[in-house]
């Protein structure tokens, strides 16, 4: 199946020079597997990777049909399972949660060595007092959902409108609006956390959004990133069939060096970058592979816990994974 949509040329959306080589050539359009192909281009100045020529803004839609997967709701952790308990305990003892801990400090601590990276990689490291949360590609309101039952005065903008239903009338969500970032309409300084989870590597003006985002914040606001890491080791072996590529529906292909620098660009101090420990980029490339053997051995659950989750585990220690969370603080 071939879409329709109109192509538009740019200049690199980091430094804004127009001096860039290919990168990926011939790139399929596989989240939705449809018969259209991209280039991926390298800027030679500052070595941002970006989609180019990329679909226009007003046509990109045909790519977010409303039964992709992003806007699927996934089933929910229960209150009272083990994992959610140790969760609060966690943000209770260690990140001024004003929650109740279900365990005393010194399980607080064994947890918090055993998941405490885990943990600090969704959630917010210390809790503002009546704090205000905005999430910019909420989908259907999980992340909100989950910080609002943690305390959070909490908003979310969303461009899908099934998304949205199911976060105000399933999850009873109010403050989420159904419109894209550019027509948000929010006063300059109200915000203490802006949350954008696999975002910004949609947006066709990133860092003019990066701008408007340190607007909505306050001083010393916190920015909460994730974003695909290109300069990653299942980025670089899978090549133009990574999972993280998802051309075109992302436009920006980021490396630490670049999201950092495109943060600074917008007036951010980037605290920290911790690449995510996920087994799912080694996984889900490989069922793009002609030949679907090495995907079933991959998935199978024995490899996935023995060798896909600590050869995971050890490459985020390293900071190679193809996927990061980005802590940035408003100058
Ligand atoms: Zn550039």
Partial sequence: MKLDYKLET??????????YEPYLTNVKELYNGTDNYFTVVKCCDCGMVFTNPRPTKDSIGVFYPDSAGYYQPKKRNKENTIEEKIKRT???????????????????????????????VS????????????????????YLSEMAYYGWDVYGIEINKKAVDHAKNVLGMKNIDNCSFEEYQCQDNFFDVIHMSMA????????GCLKRAHNLLKKNGKLIISVPDISGFEARIYGKIAYTLQAPQHLNHFTPGTITAMLNKSGFN?????????????????????????????????????????????????????????????N
């Avoid at 740019?10 to 001096?19: D, E, V």
């Avoid at 003892?93 to 885990?118: C, D, E, Q, T, V």
């Avoid at 910004?200 to 860092?207: G, K, Q, R, T």
């Fill in 270 to 330: 980037v605290e920290r970058i911790i690449h995510q420990s996920s087994g799912k980029d080694l996984i889900e490339s490989a069922k793009y592979l002609d030949n679907k053997l090495l995907h079933n051995i991959l998935k199978s659950p024995p490899i996935k816990k023995l060798f896909i989750k600590p050869f995971a585990f050890l490459l985020a220690k390293c900071g190679k994974t193809s996927r990061m969370s980005v802590y940035a603080t408003k």
């Fill in 90 to 120: 966690i943000l209770a003892h260690y990140y001024s949660y004003k929650i109740k801990a279900p365990f005393g400090k010194f399980l607080a601590f064994l947890f918090k060595k055993l998941i405490g990276r885990k943990l600090a």
């Fill in 200 to 207: 910004v590597e949609h947006l066709h003006d990133p860092l």
């Fill in 10 to 19: 740019i200049n690199c959306p980091l430094c804004g020079k127009n001096n």
């Fill in 123 to 142: 959630h917010i490291s210390n809790y503002v007092e009546g704090g205000k949360l905005l999430d910019i590609g909420c989908s259907w309101g999980q």
